[in-house]
């Protein structure tokens, strides 16, 4: 990916929201969404936030692994999200020292 393409698809995730480059509604066709837990988050949405969501997601390249990843908010912006470690078992207590 070229620094300009980087940039932008950086701006894009870090701007909820910027629009990405212009799109017709026409063009959003939700039927392509081959996630199915994806494609029913974003038929949750308005359409044209629905519409937003998808065409970021497709300009941005974001690999299909990654959509459990995602975060959508209702204007369409989307983001990725790191859920926090599962808890670590308490370290083994040493004896004390006589």
């Known amino acids: 990916m070229e620094t300009r393409s980087l940039a932008m698809a950086?701006?894009?995730?870090a701007m909820p929201g910027w629009a990405g480059?212009?799109?017709?509604?026409?063009s959003c066709n939700l039927n392509e969404v081959d996630d199915p837990g994806l494609r029913q988050r974003l038929q949750a949405l308005p359409q044209p936030a629905a519409c937003r969501a998808w065409e970021r997601l497709r300009v941005l390249q974001v690999?299909?692994?990654d959509y459990s990843h995602i975060e959508i908010d209702p204007q369409g912006g989307v983001r990725y999200v790191d859920p926090a470690p599962p808890a670590l078992p308490p370290a083994p207590r040493e004896p004390a020292l006589p």
């Open 21 to 26: 480059p212009p799109s017709s509604e026409k």
């Open 63 to 65: 690999p299909v692994q």
């Open 10 to 13: 950086l701006l894009a995730l």
